[in-house]
């Protein structure tokens, strides 16, 4: 059976012809502005048509309006759906980003999402006019302890950065209660920048912790900088090397022997759900990224949503409101409400609730897989990734792009381009940039900083044994074609709606908004 | 059970071939045994989709919703008209389901978008950059702190003025604490911020002044004014603003702001129970290397074309890491785009329209209601599409009343500012009609009438 | 871009600084190493006339597309010019480090640290190992 888009042969690698899209100049709907013309247009007034003036003093008001677009919607919607065109995207090919979790984004969740119950659902509405609401999320938290093996839960974090500072200034306010002032965290080298970002902005200093030679946490260089200055330490398990900490438990005892909290990065779960759980590691405090592992979509950029859970001692501290359960007497329904007493509580992180339609999609997604579901989410993503591990390390793409790190992979793995780089005069830029003509996205590139010329690769449990196989493929063509002449590698992509970028000029005389 | 994996067990033995193991349980083995979960997840069992979705629907049922009621509820997020171009556009695949554009030759769609969204909220504000978004408008509010504490190199005093939306001031002292800074807060006086409190807490220590316009009790500010004052000692000006109202009201880059940031809700998004909405920051050129968050920007491709980058990304924490502007990573793209669709579609005459048309309407609601019985103005501030009253009743009891009629009457005011005893918050946008309004008027007075007198439903024995 | 190249008469810095030393006065710059490592620079934000600084500690930063270097001192003193070229063209890093790409100019607050500092055969040698 022909995979559906495998490419037969290696795409043109030349600039002679451009494409369409590439023929097509940029144009922004600004640029696309004719004096006079409108698309909406907003209802006529039914109340007394007093001067502005007299309602809202001339000093306050704004005398020029904003520039904003002159076009009809027809131009509106060819506008956006010509430059939709100009995105490679999930639904279209394989994105195997590291740490990103790139898997399908189910349709049935944008439906129950679109529900007006949900959608049209004001964030000031009485929680008793709200039930629905409430108990989904509610239910919502409850899953997710579960998954993660903590018991209480914060639904309010943005982001997986969002709950990250929640996790750290959890972390202050409990040290604080103990009347306690510490003034450091640990983060390993090969930690997401979001990570060390979060410390500073809770106020903490970063201090990094080396990693082995097999990937995990240096437990002696640990041991070393572990004592009673030192706050919390930040882990991801499976980490950004795809592979699990097999000292976890100690390295637990450790920080916990010194009174520190043990946070985890939930970028990774999706390698152990059903399988292992972060609080049964020891871990204090989780946050879950819902754009990740369950099935947000990544919107080109957001919005997703990082939900925490935590143990006993953490919980007084939780965000407000807290979402609580009543029994309801005497047989009737449990009731749902906000609880905005909570005497510990760090405070707010955002408005409302947090983001509840990406509560609702989530839920729907978990809802749908079930227990049994999730668990076989997780063996698919790490068989996926163990399988196309073992296609990559086949042929000259295992000669000049060999794995980092000589273990079974979980979820995902970290190849090293340095060979390729060294021998070729290919970067792993390169091939990146030659992957986008065959028609995937690339995956992660110079992350972890601990792997030269790194390639993070996430296949994640969605794609098929088809697909993987002509990722695979496409790998070798392009480092076939690379010995053969670097020079294609290094001046791809050829066919993308644009070709490489100047980003130097980008950032040293930055244009950053059209000028009207 | 719904499945979105494609494995058959076919292709399990062929993939563990190739792999060279056993089992799926094999590549788990590295998990040790005393971390490995040796139970089922205590989750119910898989729903089919169309389980599912009956289940979710029952939920949604259960949820008094702005399709199924008239809703006067504001503070924040208002029930304005979203045209249809913006789900058709935004439910689009290639705009909903690609990552963050770190490969930029296949993200010229999302690029532009940024640009355009940058362009807009400029234009909005009347500052000079903008970034492409962060979450929403209260941790916006606290994203600027972090800002005006790294530009004022070692000041540690936030002052912020009671006019601010509660949940921004709220977020503001959470985050604050990690910062090591103080809140400080300046009262109102008349529904406005108190200028001459203002100018007394403003001192050598400040790095920054908060201020919103208009305020969370719908008065429009004057802003400029109140940003002369502050700026008195080197201190950043903040100032949350609604973007919609941005038609009508004088922008706070006209006002003198060095920052204007907010709440993008009412730009084409759902009300969805609070989020997800997106937040807007825009400032002066001045502050653009401290900006938080992804800033696209232009430039050319090898052949010369016009293209779209993620610009000066060395702020941000894939490359600073510690010493990041800020730790956002994943923002509001998706919602920023519908935020740009919905600016052009209003377009600009629209806006200025809808301006005009909310703050008559709103006039005339507050005129209206200030004339029932029991019911008096809590401020005569100028306003556009808030405003609040005090009741003569207990407001929980006159909101069930009129909840009963069919209308979510407004946002009891007493549990943020509990000086405003029985006050209601009331939202008057462009989809409350004439006739709306004169139910609501009619509403509650019947329900201030009945509920008058009574104890405080807190106070009935059980 | 510039050719790689090391000039005779300039002392080196093992993390990658170069300083032209003129009796008490020195100037100091990024090696051609330094520069190509980091890619094209887009901004570099100059310290301020009359700030000190300490041997073997950082006193700018140099930015490119993706990464962020610290500059370091390979002498101790105060600044007393800074080449504001560079803030309009940072590109001149990359294009001329030894000349036009020169970062700041100091008076030696302690001469006697010049003979800690390597010449260009040791720093090949350093560059080697690298």
Redo the contacts between chains.
């Keep these: 059976m022909t995979p559906p888009f495998a490419t037969p042969s290696p795409p043109p690698a030349n600039?002679d012809t451009?494409t369409a899209q590439?023929r097509e100049?940029?144009t922004?709907?600004?640029e696309r502005?004719v004096a006079g013309?409108?698309?909406?247009?907003?209802?006529s007034?039914?109340?007394?048509?007093?001067p502005?003036d007299e309602?809202?003093?001339r000093?306050?008001?704004?005398e020029h309006?904003?520039?904003?677009?002159?076009?009809s919607?027809p131009e509106?919607?060819r506008?956006?759906?010509r430059?939709?065109?100009?995105?490679?995207?999930?639904?279209?090919g394989p994105?195997p980003?590291g740490s990103?979790t790139?898997?399908?984004?189910?349709r049935?969740n944008?439906?129950?999402?679109?529900?007006?119950?949900?959608?049209?659902?004001?964030?000031?509405?009485?929680p008793k006019?709200?039930?629905?609401?409430l108990?989904?999320m509610w239910r919502l938290e409850r899953?997710l302890a579960?998954?993660c093996?903590l018991p209480h839960v914060s639904l309010q974090p943005?982001?997986?950065?969002?709950g990250?500072?929640a996790g750290?200034?959890l972390t202050?306010?409990y040290h604080t209660d103990r009347g306690e002032e510490r003034s450091r965290v640990l983060t390993p080298d090969t930690s997401?920048?979001?990570n060390?970002?979060?410390?500073?902005?809770?106020?903490y200093e970063?201090v990094k912790v080396a990693t082995d030679e097999r990937g995990g946490v240096d437990v002696d260089d640990l041991r070393s900088k572990v004592d009673d200055d030192v706050a919390c330490l930040m882990l991801t398990n499976p980490n950004t090397l795809g592979?699990?900490d097999?000292n976890?438990?100690e390295i637990a005892e450790l920080v916990h022997a010194s009174g520190a909290t043990l946070y985890y990065d939930g970028a990774n779960l999706n390698a152990?759900?059903?399988?292992?759980?972060p609080g049964?590691?020891g871990f204090d405090i989780v946050h879950v990224?819902l754009?990740k592992s369950f099935?947000q979509?990544?919107?080109?950029?957001?919005?997703?949503?990082g939900p925490i859970a935590v143990s006993d001692r953490i919980e007084p501290y939780l965000?407000v409101p807290r979402v609580v359960r009543s029994e309801g007497g005497n047989g009737a329904a449990p009731t749902f409400d906000f609880d905005?007493d909570q005497p510990k509580s760090?405070?707010?992180?955002?408005?409302?609730?947090?983001?509840?339609?990406?509560f609702?999609r989530s839920?729907?997604y978990?809802?749908?897989?079930?227990?049994?579901?999730?668990?076989?989410?997780s063996?698919?993503a790490?068989?996926?990734a163990?399988?196309l591990?073992?296609?990559l390390s086949e042929g000259m793409t295992g000669r000049y792009l060999p794995l980092a790190f000589d273990?079974?992979c979980?979820h995902e793995f970290v190849l090293s381009g340095a060979p390729a780089k060294r021998e070729l005069g290919v970067k792993t830029l390169d091939v990146?940039?030659r992957l986008?003509d065959f028609g995937f996205?690339?995956p992660?590139i110079?992350?972890p900083l601990l792997v030269d010329e790194a390639l993070m690769v996430e296949p994640t449990?969605?794609e098929?044994?088809e697909s993987l196989d002509a990722l695979a493929d496409a790998f070798e063509e392009i480092v076939a074609e690379a010995e053969r002449d670097p020079q294609i590698a290094q001046?791809a992509?050829y066919t993308?709606?644009?070709?490489?970028?100047?980003?130097?000029?980008?950032?040293?005389r930055?244009?950053?908004?059209?000028t009207? | 059970?719904?499945?979105?994996?494609?494995?058959t067990d076919a292709?399990?033995q062929?993939?563990?071939d190739?792999?060279?193991?056993q089992s799926?349980d094999d590549?788990?083995?590295?998990?040790?045994v005393?971390?490995?979960?040796d139970r089922?997840?205590?989750?119910?069992?898989?729903?089919t989709?169309t389980e599912?979705?009956d289940?979710?629907?029952?939920?949604?049922?259960?949820?008094?919703?702005?399709?199924?009621e008239t809703?006067f509820?504001?503070?924040?997020?208002y029930?304005h008209y979203v045209?249809a171009?913006v789900?058709?556009?935004t439910?689009?695949?290639?705009?909903?389901?690609?990552?963050?554009?770190?490969?930029?030759?296949?993200?010229?769609?999302?690029l532009?978008?940024m640009?355009?969204f940058?362009?807009?909220i400029?234009?909005?504000t009347?500052l000079?950059?903008?970034n492409?978004?962060l979450?929403?408008?209260?941790?916006s509010v606290a994203s600027a702190a972090?800002l005006a504490i790294g530009a004022t190199k070692g000041r540690r005093k936030l002052v912020a003025s009671r006019g601010l939306?509660p949940?921004?001031r709220?977020?503001l002292?959470?985050?604050a604490?990690?910062?090591?800074a103080e809140v400080v807060e300046v009262g109102l006086d008349g529904g406005v911020t108190d200028a001459g409190e203002l100018a007394a807490a403003v001192d050598g220590d400040t790095a920054a002044v908060f201020l919103q316009n208009p305020n969370f009790l719908g008065a429009?500010?004057?802003?400029?004014a109140l940003v002369a004052a502050a700026k008195e000692g080197g201190a950043l000006t903040i100032a949350a603003v609604d973007p919609l109202t941005?038609?009508?009201?004088?922008?706070p880059g006209?006002c003198g702001v060095d920052i204007a940031l907010g709440?993008g809700q009412s730009l084409g998004g759902?009300?969805?129970?609070?989020?997800?909405s997106?937040g807007f920051f825009a400032s002066t050129g001045e502050h653009?290397r401290r900006m938080p968050g992804?800033?696209?920007?232009?430039?050319?491709?090898?052949?010369g074309?016009?293209?779209?980058?993620l610009?000066?990304?060395?702020r941000?924490?894939?490359?600073?890491?510690?010493?990041?502007t800020?730790?956002?990573?994943?923002?509001?793209?998706?919602?920023a785009?519908g935020g740009?669709?919905y600016?052009?579609?209003?377009?600009?005459?629209?806006?200025?329209?809808?301006g005009?048309?909310m703050?008559?309407?709103t006039?005339?609601a507050r005129e209206r209601l200030a004339a029932l019985d029991g019911v008096e103005l809590l401020h005569e501030a100028?306003?556009?599409r808030e405003f609040a009253v005090r009741l003569d009743a207990p407001v929980e009891q006159v909101?069930d009343r009129v909840?009963e009629d069919g209308i979510?009457a407004g946002?009891p005011l007493a549990?943020e500012y509990p000086e405003y005893e029985d006050a209601l918050l009331v939202a008057i946008t462009?989809r409350r009609?004439?006739?709306d309004?004169e139910r609501l008027a009619d509403a509650l007075a019947r329900a201030v009438r009945a509920s008058r007198g009574e104890p405080a439903r807190e106070e009935v024995p059980a | 871009m510039a050719d790689e190249s090391y000039p005779e008469e300039l002392r080196y810095h093992p993390e990658h600084d170069w300083a032209r030393v003129d009796a008490e006065e020195a100037t100091f710059g990024i090696t051609w190493y330094a520069q190509d490592a980091l890619?094209?620079v887009?901004?570099y934000e100059p310290p301020e006339i009359g700030s000190e600084v300490t041997k073997d500690q950082a006193y700018a930063e140099v930015?490119?597309?993706?990464a962020v270097s610290d500059v370091y001192a390979p002498l101790s003193g105060e600044i007393t010019a800074v080449n504001d070229a560079i803030s309009d063209k940072?590109?001149l890093i990359n294009e001329d480090p030894y000349g036009d790409g020169w970062l700041v100019r100091v008076k030696l607050s302690n001469p006697a640290e010049v003979d800690e500092l390597m010449d260009v055969a040791a720093y090949r040698k350093l560059l080697e190992d690298e």
């Design positions: 600039a451009p590439q100049t940029a922004t709907i600004f502005s013309r409108r698309a909406g247009s907003v209802p007034c039914d109340v007394p048509e007093r502005l309602l809202i003093p000093n306050l008001r704004r309006g904003p520039q904003l677009p002159e076009v919607e509106i919607v506008h956006y759906n430059l939709s065109r100009r995105n490679f995207d999930l639904d279209t994105y980003l990103c790139m898997k399908h984004n189910p049935l944008e439906k129950v999402a679109a529900l007006p119950g949900h959608a049209r659902l004001h964030p000031a509405q009485s006019r709200a039930q629905g609401a108990e989904l899953s579960e998954i093996g943005s982001a997986g950065s969002h990250e500072l750290l200034l202050r306010a997401h920048g979001t060390p970002a979060s410390v500073t902005m809770a106020g970063v592979v699990f097999e976890i438990r152990i759900m059903g399988r292992s759980r049964d590691m990224n754009h099935s979509p990544h919107g080109g950029g957001g919005p997703g949503a965000p905005h760090i405070g707010r992180l955002r408005g409302f609730a947090g983001n509840f339609g990406v609702v839920y729907a978990m809802r749908s897989l079930g227990g049994d579901g999730l668990t076989e989410a063996e698919a790490v068989l996926n163990n399988y591990l073992a296609r273990r079974t979980m990146a940039k986008l996205h690339p992660t110079y992350f449990e969605t098929t044994r001046e992509p993308t709606p644009v070709r490489r970028l100047d980003e130097a000029s980008a950032s040293r930055p244009v950053v908004r059209q009207l | 059970m719904t499945r979105y994996t494609s494995v292709d399990r062929a993939m563990l190739a792999i060279g193991a799926v590549l788990f083995e590295q998990i040790p005393e971390v490995r979960l089922d997840l205590d989750l119910p069992p898989g729903l989709e599912c979705f289940h979710l629907a029952e939920l949604a049922e259960r949820n008094a919703h702005a399709d199924a809703c509820l504001g503070a924040g997020m029930d045209p171009i789900d058709a556009i439910q689009r695949s290639e705009f909903l389901t690609p990552y963050t554009p770190y490969q930029p030759e296949v993200s010229q769609g999302g532009q978008v640009f355009e940058q362009t807009a400029s234009e909005l009347g000079a950059v903008a492409a978004s979450y929403e408008g209260p941790s972090y939306h949940h921004s709220q977020t002292e959470t985050y604490r990690g910062f090591g429009v500010e004057d802003l400029e941005l038609g009508v009201v004088r922008s006209e709440e759902r009300l969805d129970f609070g989020g997800p997106f653009l992804r800033i696209a920007g232009e430039t050319t491709d090898v052949d074309r016009r293209g779209f980058v610009a000066l990304q060395t941000e924490q894939h490359i600073r890491r510690e010493k990041a800020h730790n956002i990573c994943t923002s509001q793209a998706l919602n785009l740009v669709i600016l052009a579609w209003l377009g600009k005459q629209g806006i200025v329209e809808l005009e048309l703050a008559r309407r006039a005339y100028p306003v556009v909101l909840a979510a946002y549990r462009e009609s004439k006739r309004i | 890619g094209e887009v901004f930015e490119s597309v993706k940072p590109e």
